[in-house]
């Protein structure tokens, strides 16, 4: 196939890019265009593959959006959407890299953010458009070699032809131009020394442009104060990063409304998992001891009801993500239902320990996960699933070291009942409210829902609860009378506090942290 090289660039009259074109990318962003929109980019910013790119001196917020382009093989001026594909000439991979900080200076029309040098890497190779079809190409990005983006064009919100057709009512497309059409769900932020690759491909023809690739540099020369000066907000920061979840995690929030409260940002680690020492307290007392702690705390409706466990042998400690389903309306099944929708991309982005909670609606017509799904959340390292609706090929699902947590089982497929919508939203499910980053903690008796802010001190007073009742436990055991002895009197407190000295709380109540906290 023929390269992209400085003579496919230097044929570049114009660069177009669409602002959100891909459902993914709505989801993430909260928001659907009806139409739509563009912004231009010069051609100086366009590059090869196996380029640099330098994040500007004094910018922390340089995004990568893995992206197809279109170049313009014949003058377009008023065509139809029937006819537009007719006038690419071919198709590749591009990134449309830009920086945040920068955004807010041109007012949305993204002049320096995305217009810098090598702002637009290219290639490597041009897949001839007549040999594809334009709805079913895919596009992955990498970033240091783990898969990031991965779409297909069948989860456009505007297929090609209706913007090819939409920016050639006011002015022509000239053999050469570039159209950028939009990135899916996953681009984020990257760092000097990050390589980025990007690659589209037609599967069902077997071409692709192969890997784009681009390594990020750090600039050195400070932006002259004659001109706008790097500065972000915390909006800028989210939009960057892809979504707030992805911002907190990479600890990139930390002032503002929108930072995380400081006791649940105290139990995270680095890379934004559930610090060790206070998963193995909440693991190492049960369900009903919380749940009576945090209904003495106001919280009484906190726990997921109505489901069964595929391992009621098991416990599970871990952090929320979220997916919800809306029920199924065909025309919308057709563009939000199929290839890598919301469902698979929240099962494929499952970090190690996290839970994926659902919501169905209590729907139970219908199967919301089965076996290929399930056993991926589990490579994934995944704590466990909870839906509350159906769960299809159970003794699979059932035969997993992993929990699910289901409402019942079905054959059907989740495309009778559900559309797959969104993910890492608060929802609903099994009749309370579940937000990304709550912490779930589920064994036999059921499953709670744990504001993060609060798991610490939960946590201690469970524990001390379960100390005081393994006391009155044996007590009774004894042969004493509940009376006076559960809950304990004056008599036997002093009692227990006896008992305490030579009996001390189990090993998993000693936070290895705590001598570490100023």
């Known amino acids: 196939m023929q390269q992209v090289d400085e003579g496919t660039i230097g044929a570049a009259g114009k660069v177009l890019a669409v602002h959100v074109a891909y459902w993914s990318r709505a989801d993430q962003r909260g928001r659907t265009p009806a139409l739509p929109s563009y912004f231009l980019k010069p051609s100086s910013s366009l590059s090869l593959s196996g380029g640099t790119v330098e994040r500007p001196a004094g910018c922390e917020l340089l995004a990568f959006e893995g992206e197809v382009a279109l170049v313009i093989g014949t003058a377009a001026r008023r065509v139809s959407p029937e006819d537009a594909w007719s006038y690419v000439g071919f198709v590749t991979a591009s990134n449309d890299l830009g920086v945040y900080d920068l955004k807010y200076a041109d007012k949305g029309s993204n002049v320096r953010s995305k217009g810098g040098d090598g702002f637009t890497p290219l290639g490597p190779a041009l897949i001839p458009a007549a040999q594809v079809a334009p709805d079913a190409l895919r596009v992955r990005t990498w970033i240091n070699g783990s898969l990031v983006q991965d779409d297909t064009t069948g989860g456009l919100i505007f297929p090609f032809a209706q913007i090819i057709a939409d920016l050639s009512q006011l002015m022509t497309l000239e053999p050469g131009d570039v159209i950028l059409t939009g990135t899916p769900a996953g681009s984020s932020v990257a760092v000097p020394g990050d ?211 289901f409402a019942n089982a079905h054959p059907a497929v989740l495309g009778r009942r559900h559309i797959p919508w969104d993910v890492d939203l608060t929802i609903a499910c099994g009749g309370t409210t579940v937000q990304p980053g709550d912490i779930i903690v589920a064994d036999a008796d059921g499953i709670l829902v744990i504001p993060p802010a609060m798991a610490d001190e939960l946590a201690n007073d469970s524990i001390a609860q379960e100390h005081e009742e393994t006391y009155i436990a044996e007590m009774v055991a004894a042969g004493h009378s509940v009376d006076g002895l559960y809950p304990m009197n004056a008599a036997w407190a002093e009692k227990y506090r006896e008992w305490a000295t030579i009996h001390p709380l189990p090993d998993y109540a000693n936070d290895p942290a705590e001598e570490a906290r100023p």
């Open 195 to 405: 390589v980025v690759e990007v690659e589209v491909d037609s599967p069902a023809a077997g071409l692709a442009t192969g890997r784009l690739r681009t390594t990020v540099t750090q600039g050195t020369i400070e932006m002259a104060e004659f001109g706008n000066v790097p500065r972000s907000t915390e909006a800028d920061v989210v939009d960057a990063y892809g979504s707030e979840e992805v911002a907190r995690a990479a600890g990139a929030l930390n002032n503002g409304v929108l930072a995380p409260a400081a006791p649940q940002a105290q139990w995270l680690t680095a890379d934004g998992t559930l610090d060790p020492a206070l998963k193995a307290r909440l693991a190492g007392v049960a369900t009903a001891t919380l749940s009576a702690q945090l209904r003495k705390r106001g919280l009484d409706n906190v726990s997921i009801d109505g489901l069964q466990s595929t391992r009621p042998d098991r416990s599970v400690v871990g952090l929320a993500r979220t997916l919800r389903y809306v029920p199924n309306r065909e025309d919308l099944f057709k563009t939000r239902g199929g290839g890598f929708n919301a469902q698979k991309r929240a099962i494929d982005s499952l970090n190690e320990g996290e839970i994926l909670v659902m919501e169905a609606r209590g729907e139970k017509g219908t199967g919301t996960v089965g076996d290929i799904l399930a056993l991926r959340a589990q490579v994934k390292g995944a704590a466990a699933i909870i839906t509350d609706g159906g769960v299809r090929d159970l003794t699979a699902v059932a035969g997993l070291e992993m929990p699910t947590y």
